[in-house]
């Protein structure tokens, strides 16, 4: 088992910054690898960005050169740098895990049904 536990969501203005970080608890379930998903308001939960133990990431196209997900393995902590940010990121972030995992080939998965561990999710409010 992990438990996951996001923070940082706020309210901002378009083109500022945010950082959003998840820690997890002690696994029980092996390593882990982690991820950031959203939920927009009346839409499905999507993938954002992704890293895995070995230091491989993987972003959405719509958050690509602007996000930048890292993993501290050493804490099993998962952060989130967003930059010039938009109102389209608006949503509920959503922190998640699965373990047994050291490397994902040849990208992480930003795909839901590759994770089973979810945190609470943090929202990020964007303002024209």
């Known amino acids: 088992q992990v438990q996951l536990a996001e923070s940082g969501g706020g309210s901002m203005q378009a083109g500022e910054s945010l950082k959003l970080s998840c820690t997890a608890s002690?696994?029980?379930?092996?390593?882990?690898?982690m991820a950031w998903f959203r939920q927009a308001p009346g839409k499905e939960r999507e993938g954002v960005a992704g890293?895995?133990?070995?230091?491989?990431?993987q972003y959405s196209s719509s958050v690509r050169g602007r996000f930048t997900v890292s993993q501290d393995n050493a804490n099993d902590t998962l952060t989130l740098q967003m930059n010039s940010l938009d109102p389209d990121d608006t949503a509920m972030y959503y922190c998640?895990?699965?373990?047994?995992?050291?490397?994902?080939?040849?990208?992480?998965?930003?795909?839901?049904?590759?994770?089973?561990?979810w945190g609470q999710g943090t929202m990020v409010t964007v303002s024209a």
């Open positions: 998640a895990a699965r373990g047994r995992c050291r490397a994902w080939y040849p990208a992480p998965s930003l795909h839901i049904r590759d994770y089973v561990y």
């Open positions: 002690k696994s029980t379930d092996g390593t882990i690898c």
């Open positions: 890293t895995d133990r070995e230091g491989r990431t």
